[in-house]
């Protein structure tokens, strides 16, 4: 089924690896020509691959590498030796080392992540001022200064993307840039001896960060960010073309096999298989942090308090027992009468508190119990997650019930502690089922049972514009060495870019430069890619309107939870996180085991869910008020200019995932459907009227659903 994935599917429908009949092959301009010159000089090997200029599809020009003869697998395009690569590590070593050392709360990880892109941004602003004297001059000069990227784009321009949670984001990274950059203008004006004036301008600053964030490579065996060149004049597709680095005895990382498997019939899952740069990756995170937290208090649930219930219980008691001695003293009997009585009531009186006091030993063990229940939870679980809060809801209610039928003797502490040791049971269940969740389906692997969610809690960014004199003001200790144990030496002898993909002659060839949506794209390049098959696209949900219990809606407002919890939509897999949401809905503890909302078993609750998650993801798709059928005819308007254009992609990209994933619920749901009515399964999958001309990649895509759909309807046969 390989042949099928939506990766082949869309490089199908771009025409990826196949001649353009519309590139332009010019003369190479002579900056380029004379940098190639320089690295072939250095030892540097080009192959199959040619400067030209290509079109988008209203013809908008932008330049690239034409394949000048047919490109198969385990191809070497381009060798570099290590010696033509530019690191952070040699930019450290350099004149500006006093600066990076005096400096330590901008050049050092030990205060600030992004130290490797101000210490390579520095060493680059000081290599441009030497001109032809400096061993990067053609590096430097072949930096296009007409490219830019959506932290700097105009507010206008960033309306075209119709995404206030983006254009929010790209302001406040702009002015955290210009901030950082103010610092570094700062600094350098400390050391006139290095720096001319005029060189550390605004404008050249964002000029040169600007190629470092578009150009520089990282991960994959790179130990540091690394400027690769020639290299980026690569554009970025879902191609698979990686960088490889080749050590002084020949060996590579990937070797013959790896880099051919396509043509020996691999079957793993090449939508997860490719090779890419994003592993630690500069910048590779497709997160954008749009939380918005839920305040205020909760007044319908008030968490029981058993050392105040305790107190109450022992007042009680003394106040009885005070009552019951002052009806003692004032009844007027004969003195040794009297002592009598006093006698048996303190005896009495003594019994009765030994006898409280292993009622309440008692009542704490039962309560400790549930607490530990309550506590395995916090422990192990993240209740930040986007569906856990439900199952949390489902337990506290039971536990709290529970808790007050025993303290108001309707059930005894045999029965109260059967109840807890059952919810133990289930929680440890659904722990189980939600660890395999993360490892297996989401692969977001979780390695140790932690408490996530605290972790997370902890990790709430504070959204602080640094200024120069908050990031210059954190203390240095002056005999410390702040940059101990940061350099490695790297020992590969070449940089190989290397592709296990064909490209057919006269073909735009592309490198992968990660695992990046759209979203990312726009953020970190400028542009963005018709059918990415790394694309998503959130889906914001407020979900305490779907929260059924008061113990859940405490924790929302008591922990500060977000007001929303945020599905990423994929292409290459159906919302599997939404689909157990919507299960969680409607799951009943008393009538469902854990096992149904992790797996196919209850179909009718199946239904249920993927009608819910239906509901959801059609009423947010009726927000968008463009037509993907209207977008693609505007993407041949020759009125747009370049932001218009890629913000016309990212708008219809965003539709197209919508309409993909609302497609595979449909989907889900008539299968469903048919094996209720008893049609066999073969027949239930069948092709659909929300199949159009992806039958065959749909399948892929569900493949997995589908196979855990047959499976428990073997198990149940």
């Known amino acids: 089924m390989k042949r099928h994935s939506i990766g082949k599917k869309f490089t199908k429908i771009k025409g990826l690896n196949k001649a353009d009949p519309d590139a332009i092959i010019p003369e190479t301009p002579q900056l380029i020509e004379d940098f190639i010159q320089s690295l072939n000089s250095q030892g540097a090997i080009i192959n199959k691959v040619k400067y030209a200029i290509f079109q988008t599809k209203n013809g908008l020009k932008y330049p690239g590498l034409i394949a000048t003869e047919n490109i198969v697998p385990n191809d070497n395009l381009v060798i570099l030796p290590r010696e033509t690569l530019l690191t952070t590590k040699q930019a450290f070593e350099s004149p500006l080392k006093p600066m990076f050392l005096e400096f330590p709360q901008f050049f050092s990880p030990k205060f600030i992540p992004s130290w490797q892109y101000h210490i390579i941004l520095s060493f680059l602003l000081y290599e441009y001022q030497r001109g032809a004297e400096s061993k990067w001059h053609l590096l430097i000069n072949n930096f296009p200064k007409d490219i830019d990227y959506a932290v700097f784009w105009k507010s206008e321009d960033l309306e075209l993307l119709k995404d206030q949670k983006m254009a929010k984001h790209a302001i406040q990274k702009n002015r955290y840039l210009i901030s950082t950059f103010q610092t570094l203008q700062y600094i350098t004006s400390k050391y006139p001896d290095l720096f001319k004036p005029g060189v550390v301008t605004l404008e050249n600053i964002i000029w040169i960060y600007t190629s470092i964030v578009t150009r520089c490579f990282g991960g994959q065996g790179l130990k540091y960010v690394t400027m690769v060149p020639f290299c980026e004049l690569f554009n970025h597709e879902s191609a698979d073309v990686c960088y490889d680095l080749q050590q002084n005895d020949g060996k590579t990382k990937y070797n013959y096999e790896f880099m051919t498997q396509k043509l020996v019939g691999d079957q793993k899952d090449e939508d997860e298989l490719s090779i890419q740069s994003f592993d630690h990756s500069q910048g590779s995170e497709d997160e954008i942090s749009d939380s918005e937290f839920t305040t205020g208090e909760y007044q319908d649930y008030q968490e029981f308090d058993f050392d105040e219930f305790n107190e109450k219980a022992i007042k009680n008691f003394n106040n009885n027992l005070n009552y019951m001695l002052e009806t003692l003293t004032i009844q007027n009997e004969e003195y040794e009468h009297f002592g009598q009585k006093m006698k048996v009531f303190q005896e009495f009186s003594i019994r009765m508190r030994k006898e409280l006091n292993i009622k309440l030993n008692i009542q704490r063990d039962v309560f400790q119990l549930a607490i530990d229940c309550k506590s395995m939870l916090f422990q192990h679980l993240d209740f ?90 954190q203390p240095v200790d002056r005999s410390a060495n702040y940059y101990q144990n940061v350099w490695e030496d790297e020992n590969f002898k070449n940089l190989l870019m290397r592709t296990r993909d064909y490209f057919q002659k006269g073909s735009q060839v592309y490198f ?59 292409f290459i897999k159906p919302p599997y996180e939404l689909i157990i949401f919507c299960k969680l809905v409607y799951w009943d503890i008393n009538l469902h085991s854990v096992d149904t909302i992790f797996k196919i078993q209850d179909l009718q609750l199946e239904k249920k869910a993927l009608n819910l998650a239906l509901e959801i993801l059609v009423e947010e798709n009726s927000k968008f008020t463009e037509k993907i059928e209207d977008l693609e005819i505007q993407l041949f308007d020759k009125s747009l200019g370049y932001h218009e254009y890629f913000a016309l992609i990212y708008r219809l990209e965003r539709l197209r995932i919508f309409r993909y994933n609302i497609n595979l619920i449909n989907i889900m749901i008539i299968a469903i459907d048919k094996i209720i009515n008893r049609v066999p399964f073969e027949q239930a999958i069948e092709k659909t009227q929300f199949d159009f001309d992806f039958y065959q990649t749909n399948r892929y895509t569900l493949k997995r659903y589908f196979d855990e759909l047959k499976f428990s309807l073997y198990q149940s046969s």
């Not at 808790?403 to 059967?418: P, T, V």
């Not at 996530?452 to 990031?471: G, H, M, N, Y």
Request: aromatic share 16%; proline share 2%.
């Open 384 to 473: 930040g997650d986007n569906f856990s809060i439900f199952f949390i809801g489902h337990i506290f209610k039971i536990l709290d019930n529970s808790l007050e039928e025993y303290f108001e003797e309707q059930i005894s502490s045999f029965q109260a502690r059967e109840i807890f040791a059952r919810m133990e049971q289930i929680c440890s269940s659904y722990l189980d089922n939600w660890y395999a969740f993360n490892n297996v389906v989401k692969k977001n692997p979780i390695q140790q049972k932690v408490n996530t969610f605290s972790q997370k809690i902890a990790q709430r960014p504070i959204k602080v514009l640094p200024t120069v004199e908050s990031i210059l003001k």
């Open 512 to 570: 992968c430069y990660s695992q990046l949506s759209n979203r990312m794209m726009i953020l970190k390049y400028g542009m963005a890619l018709e059918y990415n098959k790394f694309n998503s696209s959130f889906l914001r949900v407020e979900y305490l309107k779907y929260l059924q219990t008061n113990e859940a809606k405490w924790i929302v407002h008591r922990f500060k939870l977000d007001k929303f919890k945020r599905f990423k939509l994929k």
